[in-house]
């Protein structure tokens, strides 16, 4: 399985922004997906995580609220809407698959950035 991630970019406080993961390769194993964030000098973070068998979520507070994770089946793309950006959201997001409910994320895409100026 291969993960692409996308959509970063330099925006305002307030702003918003939507990354997408697209999945190729075997991706019909694939049943929960996340997506993390690394700031400069800190450790990566969970910041919200879909089961697509029942399409259940989590969010970290630091998000919720804000961030809404979804999918799309037919394009084997997952999403994450960013709203109300604020400039602590500044890091590199990653998004994450795997084929099983529990454990480390099997499979990692490349990060994309994202800059949230005040």
């Known amino acids: 399985v291969q993960l692409q991630a996308s959509g970063g970019g330099l925006v305002q406080a307030g702003d918003s922004l939507r990354l997408s993961c697209v999945a190729s390769g075997r991706t019909f194993r694939l049943i929960r997906m996340g997506w993390f964030r690394q700031a400069p000098g800190k450790e990566r973070e969970l910041v919200a995580r879909m089961y697509w068998s029942d399409d259940s979520t989590y969010y970290s507070d630091s998000v919720k609220g804000r961030f809404t994770i979804s999918r799309d089946n037919a394009e084997n793309t997952g999403y994450l809407q960013m709203n109300s950006l604020k400039p602590e959201d500044t890091a590199v997001y990653y998004c994450?698959?795997?084929?099983?409910?529990?454990?480390?994320?099997?499979?990692w895409g490349r990060g994309t950035l994202v800059t949230v100026s005040s």
């Open positions: 994450a698959a795997d084929r099983r409910r529990v454990g480390v994320f099997e499979y």
